[in-house]
């Protein structure tokens, strides 16, 4: 009996694959329990910016498989860019497959029209001082792997976990400003251009709300990430939902024995060769 959650469309953002901050295990297991019809990634799935040839663990490479496998079993994969995978906006509008490259996303649902982007294009810092950006993306990897490990103590002496980088975005001004800033960028444009939604990733804050001016009114989301909100939209009947794995519990599952028994050098075989036709 195949227990998994059938959802119309999924949208993942900001996992940073090759890095110390990504939570791949937990993605997988996320992956696992869901069959989309069509799944969005929202960029910054793969780090480029900060790879690393001797960082991609196993389950990092499961993730990627575990993609590979709903496009095979006929997901549309949506692939949009971000800026720490920009490297692949010279490949918009590639087709492999159900697998589709691309700097935007326009939907039609049920009477409804979306907008996905990463939501980069918004950021002074990246367009004007990119390696800036880039030492604060390392710094960032760096303050969650402290993190990870100040909660685990945390956690051994009973104590609920801490998040410094919310800590700070919840208490500095400026990056207060910047988020609402942000929020009200894009749902200014989704306004101003008829959009139903605008749905982001980019500043790992997830939520969904509505966003009003004197033009009209849209909803904006944002999908978060899977380095320590853990969180995803699912679109299904005529709705959108936040999901978060921290607080809603997975259903049981028939996990992917493919993916469980594959090696390390199985894992590369199958993402990196491609069958002739």
């Given at each position: 009996m195949n227990l998994k959650r059938k959802l119309d469309i999924v949208v993942i953002s900001d996992v940073h694959l090759g890095t110390y901050g990504c939570n791949a295990k937990k993605l997988l297991n996320y992956l696992n329990s869901i069959e989309p019809k069509?799944?969005?990634?929202?960029?910054?799935?793969?780090?480029?910016?900060?790879?690393?040839?001797?960082?991609?663990?196993?389950?990092?490479?499961?993730?990627?498989?575990?993609?590979?496998?709903?496009?095979?079993?006929?997901?549309?994969?949506?692939?949009?860019?971000?800026?720490?995978?920009?490297?692949?906006?010279?490949?918009?509008?590639?087709?492999?497959?159900?697998?589709?490259?691309?700097n935007k996303l326009l939907l039609e649902l049920d009477g409804k029209k979306a907008w996905i982007f990463h939501g980069d294009v918004f950021d002074v810092s990246i367009q004007k001082a990119k390696w800036i950006a880039k030492l604060g993306g390392w710094g960032y990897d760096m303050l969650i792997v402290l993190n990870r490990w100040i909660n685990w103590y945390l956690q051994k002496r009973g104590k609920e976990r801490y998040s410094f980088?919310?800590?700070?975005?919840?208490?500095?001004?400026?990056?207060?400003?910047?988020?609402?800033?942000?929020?009200?960028?894009?749902?200014?444009?989704?306004?101003?251009?008829?959009?139903?939604?605008?749905?982001?990733?980019?500043?790992?804050?997830?939520?969904?709300?509505?966003?009003?001016?004197?033009?009209?009114?849209?909803t904006y989301l944002n999908s978060g990430d899977w380095v320590e909100n853990f969180t995803a939209l699912e679109y299904r009947l005529k709705r959108w939902k936040l999901y978060n794995y921290t607080n809603n519990k997975l259903i049981p599952f028939i996990p992917d024995e493919e993916l469980k028994d594959m090696n390390t050098k199985d894992l590369i075989a199958a993402i990196t060769i491609v069958e002739q036709p």
């Open positions: 069509h799944l969005v990634l929202n960029g910054d799935i793969i780090d480029i910016w900060q790879f690393k040839k001797r960082y991609f663990p196993k389950a990092h490479l499961k993730v990627i498989k575990k993609i590979m496998n709903f496009s095979a079993n006929g997901t549309k994969v949506s692939y949009v860019t971000g800026n720490h995978d920009e490297m692949l906006r010279k490949f918009t509008d590639t087709e492999i497959g159900n697998i589709t490259i691309v980088s919310q800590k700070i975005k919840n208490n500095v001004k400026s990056a207060v400003k910047y988020i609402g800033d942000f929020e009200k960028t894009a749902s200014d444009l989704a306004i101003e251009n008829g959009y139903d939604y605008v749905i982001c990733g980019h500043i790992h804050q997830p939520t969904i709300k509505v966003k009003s001016n004197s033009k009209g009114s849209t």
